[in-house]
């Protein structure tokens, strides 16, 4: 929490369930996950590690992919730690970490090829989401070029690299299918004020067309390409926004009809449908959570 600005607890049914962690309770058995490997670039924190944490508790087995090796192994033990906690009967998730920069293709290949040795996830991957990703505010006469590059190289390059290398694994090797999931944003298809981040929209543009494009290439080998758009979620990445300039918090919950910002546990229900089989028949959809800021 910022400590220049108040801010109100994100509450929501949602974030108040996943508070403390349950055991499991029924649900329809097409959301199970059990028994599925779930690769979450980004997962060491933000919404990528609550999408690991929805993972682990639907019954699937994850591997973190993040640049921060170290904290992609703290919050690997965490989820474990806190799942065997609340599950005592259950068997637990195999969750790994894995370093890498999504931005470099070399780095990427030799990660996705470290996810299925003996020792992680023999079993192939399921599902993948691309949740590493971040936003700059910069005036687009004042953005430094090499900045933008990084940017894009990670939100769009860094994208399309992991989808393409999981596709190949499953086009080429396994002769099967699997769920991509992409984060994109609600700034993919609104222009957000006051802050100016036009390279940054841009590029969650690209990831959410990007999605639409691979679901029609790859639907003839089973693989489903969605794309969750968040709106304003609270994580570290919008709390150093909100640090440096205190003022946008009331500007942007003004906005925003729900009236308050986003928790990361707002998208769980989200990914996990998507991964699941019961969105067998969803492909090239972008699903926004975004508590209703983009339709006024
Ligand atoms: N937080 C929001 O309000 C919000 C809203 C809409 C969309 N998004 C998108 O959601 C995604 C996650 O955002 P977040 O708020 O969880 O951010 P975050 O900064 O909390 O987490 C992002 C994670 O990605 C990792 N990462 C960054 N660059 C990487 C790289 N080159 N290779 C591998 N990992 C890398 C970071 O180490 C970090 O663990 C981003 O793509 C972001 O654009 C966020």
């Known amino acids: 929490m910022s400590s220049s600005t108040t801010i109100p607890p994100t509450t929501s049914a949602a974030a108040a369930a996943a508070e403390a962690p349950q055991p499991q309770k029924r649900t329809l058995s097409i959301f199970s996950l059990e028994g599925k490997t779930c690769v979450v670039t980004g997962g060491a924190r933000g919404l990528g590690y609550t999408m690991c944490q929805a993972f682990i508790e639907s019954g699937a087995n994850v591997a973190i992919l993040d640049l921060n090796g170290t904290e992609a192994r703290s919050s690997a033990e965490t989820l474990t730690t806190n799942y065997t906690a609340a599950n005592p009967t259950l068997p637990p998730p195999k969750v790994t970490a894995h370093t890498c920069d999504v931005s470099d293709p070399i780095s990427v290949s030799k990660t996705f090829e470290e996810i299925i040795q003996p020792h992680n996830h023999p079993s192939g991957i399921d599902v993948l989401v691309t949740s590493a990703g971040f936003v700059e505010n910069f005036k687009a006469e004042e953005y430094p070029l090499p900045r933008i590059q990084k ?45 100016a981040q036009a390279p940054y929209n841009a590029s969650k543009a690209a990831v959410r067309q990007l999605a639409a494009s691979f679901a029609v290439e ?58 699941s089989d019961a969105s067998s028949y969803t492909t090239g959809a972008d699903i926004r959570i975004d508590g209703g800021y983009t339709v006024i």
């Open 151 to 195: 940017l894009w190289g990670v939100n769009v390059d860094g994208t399309y690299l992991c989808a393409v290398e999981v596709a190949k694994e499953w086009i080429l090797k396994k002769k099967r299918g699997g769920s991509i999931i992409m984060v994109g944003s609600m700034s993919g298809t609104a222009v957000n004020v006051p802050q």
């Open 218 to 275: 790859w639907a003839e080998h089973g693989i489903r390409v969605n794309c969750i758009s968040p709106g304003y979620m609270m994580t570290a990445l919008t709390q150093k926004i909100i640090d440096e300039q205190p003022e946008l918090y009331n500007n942007w919950v003004s906005r925003i009809p729900a009236g308050r910002m986003g928790n990361p546990v707002d998208l769980m229900g989200a990914v996990v449908y998507l991964a």
